[in-house]
C-alpha cells in the first residue's frame, strides 16, 4: 500500500520553515502605508509674478505654458488656474507613467519656455504629486504667551529641522502664523512732500542693505575678515538717508519708521478656536513605513530642544491610526476564526491533535503572503489588510474538509499514514475547485482602470495569494500533521481484532 516518502515530509517541514522565517522578515521590511502605490502621476507647477492680475497671469504665463506643455508624452489632461501674482497647472499623466521621467519631462519645458515669459518671471516650480503625498500626520503648534511670528519662527528654523531627522520624513514649510520680516512704513503726505515714491524707498533701502564680498585685510601681523554690512538694528536702518537736499538729508525716520514686523497674512490656521501654526509631515517614496515615521515624530517631540517652555506641541492628525486599526482588525479577525474553528473541531472530532492541525492554516498563508508580495512594489496598506480580511473566512475552509476526510479513515481503521494520503487525495479536486471559485470572483478587478485600478488589484491580489497558499497548506502540512501525529483508531462499526463491519 502507498505510503508517504521519507524525502517528502521532510521537504514540508523545511518548507514550512522557511516560509515562516521570509514571511516574518518580509512583513517587517514591507513599507506600511495607507493606500497601495498609485501610478498616476500628477505634476504641478507653479510660477509667480507678483503683483500680477489674474487676467495678465492667464494670458501671459498660463496659456503659454498649457500650449507649450502639450509638447510632453502621455498626457492625460490639463488643469489651470490663474491667480493674482500665481499660475498653477496640474498635468495629470496616463496611468503607470513613470512619476521621475513625467517630472523631469515638463521641467525641462518650462524652462526651455521661460525666455518666452514677461520679465521678471521666476523661474517656475515643478513638483511632483501622488498619493504618498498625502501628510502622514500634522504636529500644531500653540502658545499663549507668544505672538503667530514668533511661534512660526520656531516652527521653521526651530523644530522642522529637528524633525527633518527623522528617517523617511519630508517636513515643508508650516502653515498658518506670520512670516516675520522687517516693515518700513512711510507717510505718502511725507513722502510727496520730499518728492519721493515708494520704490525710491525701496531702491535706496536695498541699495544701502547689500552683503559684498569685501575680503580681507593685513594689518601688521594680523589677519581680519572684512564685512561690508553693518546694519543689523532698526535704529540703523531707520537713519539711512533717502534723499540729501543741501546740506541736509531726509532719513527714513523723517518719513515713517522701520519696525520688527510680519508680512501680510494670506493664511491663518485655527486649532480649537485659536490661530496656531502648523506642520506638515510627509512620508517621502522608497519603502518609507508611516508606523514608523509617526512614532520618529512623537519621539522627536517628546525631546526638543531650543524652543520655550510654553510652546506646546501636539499632533492633531496621524494617518498610522488607520493603519494600527486595520492591523488590529486582521489579528482579531485571525484569532476569532482560529478559536471558533478549533472550538468546532474539538467538540465535533474530541481530538486534540486534530484541533492543533488546523491552526497552521492562517498563520503559513498569511506569512506566506506577506513573503510574496514583498517580491513586488507592494506595501501594507488597509487594502492588502482587507483583502486578507476578506480571506480568513476561507483560509482554514479547506483545511478542516481535508482534516474531516482523514479523520474518517483513522476510524475506519486505517494507518496514520495511509488515511492521511488517501484523505487529502479525495478531496484534492473538491477542494481545489472551491478555492478556485473563490479566487475567481476577484477576476473582474483586471478590467477596472485608473485609481480603481491600484486601489482593488491590491485587495485581490493579497486573497487570491492566500486563498492559494491556503489550499497548499491543506494539501501538504494538514496530511504530514495527521501522518506524524494521530493515532489509528477503530471506529464503533469495526472489530477491534477482526477489523469486519458488524
Known amino acids: 500500500m502507498p505510503r508517504f516518502s521519507l524525502k517528502y515530509p521532510y521537504f514540508i517541514v523545511v518548507g514550512c520553515f522557511i516560509v515562516s522565517i521570509l514571511g516574518i522578515v518580509s512583513m517587517m521590511r514591507l513599507p506600511v502605508d495607507l493606500f497601495p502605490t498609485i501610478k498616476i502621476p500628477v505634476v504641478a507647477i507653479a510660477t509667480f509674478y507678483n503683483g500680477m492680475p489674474p487676467e495678465q497671469i492667464e494670458t501671459t504665463i498660463t496659456y503659454r505654458f498649457e500650449r507649450f506643455f502639450t509638447l510632453g508624452s502621455n498626457i492625460d489632461h490639463i488643469e489651470s488656474s490663474s491667480l493674482p501674482g500665481v499660475s498653477l497647472i496640474k498635468i495629470y499623466f496616463q496611468p503607470g507613467t513613470n512619476a521621475d521621467s513625467a517630472v523631469s519631462n515638463i521641467a525641462n519645458l518650462a524652462m526651455a519656455d521661460l525666455a518666452r515669459l514677461p520679465v521678471g518671471t521666476l523661474p517656475p516650480i515643478v513638483l511632483k504629486f501622488d498619493a504618498s503625498s498625502l501628510p502622514v500626520c500634522l504636529v500644531g503648534l500653540k502658545a499663549k504667551n507668544l505672538n503667530q511670528a514668533t511661534i512660526r519662527d520656531f516652527g521653521q528654523f526651530a523644530i522642522r529641522d529637528q524633525l527633518a531627522t527623522v528617517a523617511g520624513a519630508s517636513v515643508p514649510f508650516p502653515f498658518g502664523g506670520k512670516y516675520r520680516q522687517i516693515m518700513v512704513y512711510v507717510d505718502p503726505l511725507k513722502l510727496e512732500a520730499y518728492q519721493l515714491s515708494a520704490m525710491d524707498v525701496v531702491r535706496t533701502i536695498n541699495d544701502s542693505n547689500l552683503i559684498l564680498p569685501v575680503g580681507f ?282 477489523g469486519s463491519s458488524i
Open 217 to 498: 585685510a593685513f594689518l601688521g601681523q594680523t589677519y581680519y575678515n572684512l564685512f561690508s554690512n553693518n546694519q543689523t538694528t532698526l535704529e540703523e536702518l531707520n537713519s539711512i538717508p533717502l534723499k540729501t537736499i543741501g546740506t541736509s538729508s531726509a532719513l527714513v525716520k523723517d518719513l515713517g519708521y522701520a519696525k520688527d514686523d510680519a508680512a501680510i497674512q494670506t493664511t491663518i490656521v485655527l486649532v480649537d478656536g485659536k490661530p496656531s501654526v502648523y506642520l506638515p509631515i510627509l512620508r517621502q517614496g522608497g519603502g518609507s513605513n508611516t508606523i514608523a515615521i509617526v512614532n520618529g515624530i512623537k519621539k522627536v517631540l517628546s525631546s526638543l530642544v531650543d524652543i520655550p517652555q510654553q510652546l506646546i506641541t501636539q499632533l492633531f492628525f496621524d494617518q498610522s491610526l488607520y493603519i494600527r486599526s486595520s492591523i488590529k482588525s486582521l489579528v482579531f479577525e485571525g484569532t476569532l476564526g482560529l478559536g471558533l474553528t478549533a472550538l468546532m473541531i474539538l467538540i465535533f472530532l474530541g481530538s486534540f491533535r486534530a484541533t492543533l492541525a488546523s491552526f497552521f492554516s492562517i498563520p503559513l498563508s498569511v506569512l506566506g503572503t506577506f513573503m510574496i508580495l514583498a517580491l513586488g512594489d507592494n506595501s501594507i496598506n488597509v487594502m492588502i489588510l482587507g483583502g486578507m480580511a476578506l480571506a480568513f473566512s476561507r483560509l482554514i475552509d479547506d483545511s478542516v474538509v481535508v482534516l474531516e476526510n482523514i479523520y474518517r479513515h483513522l476510524e475506519l481503521g486505517e494507518p496514520p499514514a495511509i488515511a492521511a494520503e488517501k484523505g487529502a487525495m479525495e478531496v484534492s479536486l473538491p477542494v481545489l475547485a472551491s478555492t478556485v471559485t473563490a479566487g475567481i470572483v476577484f477576476l473582474p478587478v483586471v478590467l477596472l482602470y485608473g485609481v480603481s485600478k491600484y486601489l482593488f488589484s491590491a485587495l485581490a491580489l493579497s486573497a487570491v495569494i492566500a486563498l492559494a497558499l491556503s489550499y497548499i497548506v491543506a494539501m501538504t502540512v494538514v496530511p504530514l500533521f495527521c501522518t506524524t501525529f494521530l493515532k489509528q483508531r477503530i471506529g464503533p462499526t469495526f472489530e477491534k481484532k477482526g
